[in-house]
């Protein structure tokens, strides 16, 4: 009978030996569960934050979608603090074993499931933990986790074969989700310490490796104290594994946690805007009639044609990975490697910042007080200021919302006109008021907006890009979204127009005012001076003084379809672009970018360089993926543009940018234009170096914010300094490499006008505007 009983334990054992081998075989085939491939396993954390780099090597900034916040570093850039925390914790014989800790799993069996002790500590090691975070989904139920039990011991081996001990800990660490959106120790390191990982002391690795437990239980910042005891706690084991003596532990256990708590974001970091215009711009997808509204056509045109010309645009959509699906700069670690500076970005950052926030919102603001209708112009009629904020009011969420639920008329009126407590933003950071929800639309509009953008005009590298002053409350950009009316700066194109037909710039002009039939229509531009009124003055006068007069008498004698076609040529794409006598004032809404890239043609003899934004991609085990080159096309001839530089001085040396010279004393080779749209709507200032081209504008959120006085709202007042402030600030800094004494490469004596003397005249400060 008993060795009956001997037989049969013999017989279930071996059963259960080869029942068990089966299972684990069968798992290993992925005939039972789910089995990641193994390209997979060699290769497991592909979801992990891209990273943006500036063209001298700092990180801008990250993508992230959904929390994946996650930026991985490698395991020499671990404190060796945290190393031994996260073993002594949770899995003191890792260095011992082959992804399975056999005797912790019996004791956890025994303690846990059969005498059930909660608090005897689990078996899962370090390998079997990352393997669950990796490729475990959430277990609803008991039988559904002890299921998932035996194929992450499965994994768990696999892994082990694949990688070393300190790559299983650095993979451990980079995909532990810390809360806070900080996912992987760099981010969380830096979310709760400002520290790099390599860097963290005793007390905050181990409270880093404490939150492993349970990181919304023990959350630093909603519960400090429990979060401390957990710390003692990860202190208590790197003690009983010898990590520290017991003297050390005393000490470390009684310190406060010192948090340096910030919340990683992707808005956080140099150039917002320019990356959330990156960041859209490398996810679009191909371009359908469908997608875009009716009145905007001209955004469909636009990425249409980026689309098929450049290979930026799209590219996560117009390639694909080995598995053939498209990149995703969310999920898939890429780097980015741009053509931004980060210091003349800051610089750019700083000039649009002293400008506009210490001296032109002041004199605005002090504009508006007492007005009725502010911050919209004094020059609206009632019905007028009426109709603007009543689309305002219409375009906000708070109606969106209202309108949904099925609010009546009077409900939503009484709603914005009932005071409420609320947050608004300040320059000086956030502050608690009560206001109406109407008043608060107004109290937004009031801020003026800018766009600011400058690059080389030798390879197109957009080295900085200001899209407004304060992405998180404003951000709509300027740079590459916003279009406005670009008044005077669109001379420049008609006059190389006319260069390109054999004009000089030392022709005569009669400087008249005249009226032009145009489809039967009496057309009679205004000038706002009448300077040297009947006289006969060169085109470069014209120019220089942004003399409509002129440029419309110049536009009589051109053909206005060849001045379309030759405005396509430099980069303008917008359908709104009809052959008109007025559009040689221009009445057209541009972009900043649209506009600096198409003044690059002047100062690099007639070729345009299409921003460049992005130099290489790498992948996230740093093979480079994707290669960018300038985009170029000629556009007008070297002599052509010889003579428009010979003009665009002319602006800053006897024109309207002449306080370049006398008040910001810039003395060094400067070409220029100034513009200003009806009603100071609009100020514009392109500046032109031998080696940067820069544009500005400046603005309110609505055509009717706007100074009422020309002496403030035109451009050489409102654009023109910051190009000035940013300018001064790149040629201080001879890490840049930008000299003010640079020239234009033009035949050396180059004069096409011989009758310079004519020209000179003393520096005229008021723009023409569109009229």
Same mark, same amino acid.
């Given at each position: 009978?008993?060795?009956?009983?001997?037989?049969?334990?013999?017989?279930?054992?071996?059963?259960?030996?080869?029942?068990?081998?089966?299972?684990?075989?069968?798992?290993?085939?992925?005939?039972?569960?789910?089995?990641?491939?193994?390209?997979?396993?060699?290769?497991?954390?592909?979801?992990?934050?891209?990273?943006? %780099?500036?063209?001298?090597?700092?990180?801008?900034?990250?993508?992230?979608?959904?929390?994946?916040?996650?930026?991985?570093?490698?395991?020499?850039?671990?404190?060796?603090?945290? +190393?031994?925390?996260? +073993?002594?914790?949770?899995?003191?014989?890792?260095?011992?074993?082959?992804?399975?800790?056999?005797?912790?799993?019996?004791?956890?069996?025994?303690? /846990?499931?059969?005498?059930?002790?909660?608090?005897?500590?689990?078996?899962? @090691?370090? @390998?079997?933990?990352?393997?669950?975070?990796?490729?475990?989904?959430?277990?609803?139920?008991?039988?559904?986790?002890?299921?998932?039990?035996?194929?992450?011991?499965?994994?768990?081996?696999?892994?082990?074969?694949? %990688?070393?001990?300190?790559?299983?800990?650095?993979?451990?660490?980079?995909?532990?989700?810390?809360?806070?959106?900080?996912?992987?120790?760099?981010?969380?390191?830096?979310?709760?310490?400002?520290?790099?990982?390599?860097?963290?002391?005793?007390?905050?690795?181990?409270?880093?490796?404490?939150?492993?437990?349970?990181?919304?239980? *023990?959350?630093?910042?909603?519960?400090?104290?429990?979060?401390?005891?957990?710390?003692? +706690?990860?202190?208590?084991?790197?003690?009983?594994?010898?990590?520290?003596?017991?003297?050390?532990?005393?000490?470390?256990?009684?310190?406060?946690?010192?948090?340096?708590?910030?919340?990683?974001?992707?808005?956080?970091?140099?150039?917002?805007?320019?990356?959330?215009?990156?960041? /859209?711009?490398?996810?679009?997808?191909?371009?359908?009639?469908?997608?875009?509204?009716? $009145?905007?056509?001209?955004?469909?045109?636009?990425?249409?044609?980026?689309?098929?010309? #450049?290979?930026?645009?799209?590219?996560?959509?117009?390639?694909?990975?080995?598995?053939?699906?498209? *990149?995703?700069?969310?999920?898939?670690?890429?780097?980015?490697?741009?053509?931004?500076?980060?210091?003349?970005?800051?610089?750019?950052?700083?000039?649009?910042?002293?400008?506009?926030?210490?001296?032109?919102?002041?004199?605005?603001?002090?504009?508006?007080?007492?007005?009725?209708?502010?911050?919209? !112009?004094?020059?609206?009629?009632?019905?007028?200021?009426? #109709?603007?904020?009543?689309?305002?009011?219409?375009?906000?969420?708070?109606?969106?919302?209202?309108?949904?639920?099925?609010?009546?008329?009077?409900?939503?009126?009484?709603?914005?006109?009932?005071?409420?407590?609320?947050?608004?933003?300040?320059?000086?950071?956030?502050?608690?008021?009560?206001?109406?929800?109407?008043?608060?639309?107004?109290?937004?509009?009031?801020?003026?907006?800018?766009?600011?953008?400058?690059?080389?005009?030798?390879?197109?590298?957009?080295?900085?890009?200001?899209?407004?002053?304060?992405?998180?409350?404003?951000?709509?950009?300027?740079?590459?979204?916003?279009?406005?009316?670009?008044?005077? @700066?669109?001379?420049?194109?008609?006059?190389?127009?006319?260069?390109?037909?054999?004009?000089?710039?030392? #022709?005569?002009?009669?400087?008249?005012?005249?009226?032009?039939?145009?489809?039967?229509?009496?057309?009679?531009? /205004?000038?706002?001076?009448?300077?040297?009124?009947?006289?006969?003055?060169?085109?470069?006068?014209?120019?220089?003084?942004?003399?409509?007069?002129?440029?419309?008498?110049?536009?009589?004698?051109?053909?206005?379809?060849?001045?379309?076609?030759?405005?396509?040529?430099?980069?303008?794409?917008? =359908?709104?672009?009809?052959?008109?006598?007025?559009?040689?004032?221009?009445?057209?809404?541009?972009?900043?970018?649209?506009?600096?890239?198409?003044?690059?043609?002047?100062?690099?003899?007639?070729?345009?360089?299409?921003?460049?934004?992005?130099?290489?991609?790498?992948?996230?085990?740093?093979?480079?993926?994707?290669?960018?080159?300038?985009?170029?096309?000629?556009?007008? !001839?070297?002599?052509?543009?010889?003579?428009?530089?010979?003009?665009?001085?002319? +602006?800053? #040396?006897?024109?309207?940018?002449?306080?370049? /010279?006398?008040?910001?004393?810039?003395?060094?080779?400067?070409?220029?234009? &100034?513009?200003? &749209?009806?009603?100071?709507?609009?100020? $514009?200032?392109?500046?032109?170096? =031998?080696?940067?081209?820069?544009?500005?504008?400046?603005?309110?959120?609505?055509?009717?914010?706007?100074?009422?006085?020309?002496?403030?709202?035109?451009?050489?007042?409102?654009?023109?300094?910051?190009?000035?402030?940013?300018?001064?600030?790149?040629?201080?800094?001879?890490?840049?490499?930008?000299?003010?004494?640079?020239?234009?490469?033009? =035949?050396?004596?180059?004069? =096409?006008?011989?009758? !310079?003397?004519?020209?000179?005249?003393?520096?005229?400060?008021?723009?023409?505007?569109?009229?």
């Amino acid at each position: 009978m008993d060795k009956k009983i001997v037989h049969l334990l013999w017989t279930m054992l071996v059963v259960a030996v080869i029942s068990a081998a089966g299972l684990f075989y069968a798992i290993a085939e992925g005939w039972i569960g789910y089995m990641p491939p193994i390209e997979d396993l060699q290769n497991p954390i592909n979801r992990f934050a891209t990273q943006v %780099y500036s063209a001298d090597g700092k990180l801008m900034g990250t993508w992230n979608y959904n929390k994946e916040n996650r930026i991985c570093v490698d395991y020499s850039q671990l404190s060796p603090h945290l +190393v031994k925390a996260l +073993v002594a914790t949770e899995d003191v014989r890792f260095y011992e074993h082959s992804g399975i800790d056999f005797k912790a799993l019996g004791r956890a069996i025994i303690k /846990r499931g059969i005498l059930g002790q909660k608090n005897a500590g689990g078996g899962s @090691t370090i @390998t079997q933990q990352l393997a669950k975070q990796l490729y475990s989904g959430k277990a609803e139920n008991v039988t559904e986790r002890v299921m998932q039990k035996p194929i992450e011991w499965v994994i768990a081996v696999q892994l082990e074969k694949n %990688y070393t001990k300190d790559e299983i800990i650095a993979m451990y660490l980079n995909y532990f989700d810390f809360l806070h959106n900080a996912v992987g120790i760099k981010t969380a390191a830096n979310t709760y310490f400002g520290k790099e990982p390599k860097d963290l002391n005793i007390n905050e690795a181990a409270t880093l490796i404490g939150l492993c437990k349970n990181p919304s239980y *023990y959350n630093p910042v909603r519960n400090p104290e429990r979060c401390r005891e957990r710390r003692n +706690v990860v202190l208590g084991q790197m003690m009983k594994a010898g990590y520290l003596s017991e003297a050390e532990y005393d000490s470390y256990s009684t310190r406060p946690l010192n948090l340096n708590f910030h919340v990683a974001d992707h808005k956080d970091g140099i150039a917002a805007y320019f990356r959330d215009f990156l960041r /859209r711009y490398l996810m679009a997808k191909r371009p359908e009639r469908s997608n875009y509204p009716s $009145w905007n056509i001209n955004k469909y045109v636009q990425d249409s044609i980026n689309w098929n010309n #450049d290979p930026l645009y799209g590219w996560c959509n117009k390639n694909t990975k080995k598995n053939g699906e498209p *990149y995703n700069v969310y999920t898939d670690g890429l780097k980015v490697y741009t053509t931004i500076d980060s210091r003349m970005q800051r610089y750019a950052e700083e000039a649009v910042n002293e400008h506009v926030v210490k001296f032109l919102q002041p004199a605005f603001n002090k504009e508006n007080r007492g007005k009725k209708n502010a911050p919209f !112009s004094g020059k609206l009629t009632a019905k007028q200021f009426n #109709d603007i904020l009543g689309r305002s009011v219409k375009q906000s969420e708070r109606y969106r919302v209202m309108n949904s639920q099925g609010a009546t008329y009077d409900e939503i009126y009484k709603s914005f006109h009932t005071p409420t407590k609320m947050s608004i933003f300040t320059y000086h950071g956030e502050v608690d008021t009560t206001m109406t929800p109407i008043d608060s639309i107004k109290y937004y509009k009031s801020f003026l907006r800018c766009g600011f953008m400058s690059m080389s005009p030798i390879n197109g590298a957009v080295k900085a890009y200001v899209g407004g002053l304060n992405f998180i409350h404003f951000n709509y950009d300027m740079c590459t979204e916003g279009r406005r009316q670009v008044g005077s @700066t669109i001379k420049p194109f008609l006059y190389s127009l006319a260069m390109e037909n054999g004009f000089s710039p030392c #022709d005569l002009a009669p400087n008249v005012q005249q009226t032009y039939v145009v489809a039967g229509q009496n057309w009679t531009p /205004r000038n706002s001076s009448r300077r040297r009124y009947g006289e006969m003055v060169t085109l470069k006068w014209g120019l220089a003084q942004s003399n409509n007069w002129i440029t419309a008498y110049l536009m009589s004698k051109l053909n206005p379809q060849a001045f379309v076609t030759l405005l396509k040529e430099y980069g303008f794409s917008s =359908p709104d672009i009809h052959p008109s006598m007025s559009l040689c004032l221009g009445p057209c809404d541009l972009t900043v970018a649209e506009m600096v890239s198409a003044y690059t043609t002047f100062a690099n003899h007639g070729i345009r360089c299409a921003p460049l934004y992005v130099t290489k991609i790498e992948d996230n085990e740093g093979n480079i993926i994707a290669q960018f080159q300038p985009r170029m096309n000629e556009v007008i !001839s070297e002599e052509s543009a010889h003579k428009m530089l010979y003009m665009l001085k002319g +602006v800053v #040396d006897g024109g309207t940018a002449g306080r370049l /010279r006398f008040r910001y004393n810039f003395t060094g080779e400067i070409a220029a234009k &100034t513009g200003t &749209t009806n009603n100071n709507s609009d100020a $514009w200032f392109m500046g032109v170096t =031998p080696t940067l081209v820069s544009g500005v504008w400046v603005g309110g959120d609505d055509r009717d914010i706007h100074f009422d006085s020309m002496q403030m709202g035109q451009g050489a007042t409102m654009a023109l300094p910051i190009w000035a402030y940013y300018m001064r600030k790149v040629y201080n800094d001879p890490r840049l490499g930008y000299n003010e004494n640079a020239i234009f490469d033009l =035949p050396e004596g180059y004069n =096409p006008c011989e009758m !310079s003397e004519y020209d000179v005249s003393m520096p005229n400060d008021i723009e023409e505007v569109y009229e």
